[in-house]
């Protein structure tokens, strides 16, 4: 925590210097992010940094498992965020963004390693279909190559569930709407990106 805190004293005295225009610009004009991102609250994802993304460029919702819950009222936080995106905001790309070593995914396979975490427990539920799909198409592999393919498909049931929010579903026959799927490898910095023609996730080209 120190040093979290002396942090924000050197952000103030010289990180913020180089940015100072930016930052009044965006406080008097406010934001247009370029993107709205649905990420992961896993401490090693940090998307500003693997994206180069300066303030005001990304809508960032985070959560355990990047999830998008739908049919229900339960956790309205992430629709009523990225309502906003889209509806306010004037986003008109949204990314799900998962990453490898993911603990929420790894709970939903292993759903035992949650016992006596009832919150937890009812938040993975809204995505049990994740699970589903692994043990039905997966259950040759193991180890990471399972959990590889594990958060792969989780991003697009993820994507599925932003297709049923009303706000998005009636947005994606526009030609300049977009969602998108990524994973994020936590150690060796790719993202790959999920191809629609080629119904696989392939690496970010240049």
Same mark, same amino acid.
């Given at each position: ?38 990420? +992961? ?16 460029? %990304? ?11 739908? =049919? =229900?009222?339960?956790?309205? =936080? ?15 790309? %949204?990314?799900? +963004? =998962?990453?490898?070593? +993911?603990? $929420?995914?790894? $709970? ?5 390693? %949650? ?63 977009? %969602? ?27």
């Amino acid at each position: 925590m120190r040093d979290l805190l002396r942090g924000i004293h050197d952000f103030k005295r010289d990180g913020l210097k180089s940015r100072r225009g930016l930052m009044e610009r965006l406080a008097v004009e406010g934001q247009r992010p370029q993107i709205a991102l649905v990420s +992961c609250s896993d401490s090693r994802v940090l998307p500003e940094m693997f994206t180069q993304a300066a303030p005001g460029d %990304i809508f960032l919702v985070r959560n355990a498992g990047n999830i998008v819950p739908v =049919g =229900g009222n339960d956790s309205p =936080g992430e629709a009523a965020s990225l309502e906003f995106a889209v509806e306010v905001l004037g986003v008109r790309d %949204i990314v799900v +963004c =998962g990453h490898t070593h +993911c603990g $929420a995914v790894d $709970a939903i396979l292993h759903p035992e390693t %949650i016992a006596g975490l009832p919150t937890l427990e009812k938040w993975l539920l809204s995505s049990q279909e994740t699970g589903q799909i692994v043990r039905e198409r997966y259950s040759h592999l193991e180890g990471e190559a399972l959990m590889r393919v594990a958060v792969g498909e989780h991003v697009l049931v993820q994507l599925q569930h932003l297709r049923r929010l009303p706000f998005i579903a009636s947005r994606l026959p526009e030609p300049d709407f977009s %969602i998108h799927g990524w994973v994020y490898d936590i150690k060796t910095g790719e993202v790959q990106v999920y191809d629609v023609d080629q119904d696989r996730f392939v690496p970010l080209a240049d």
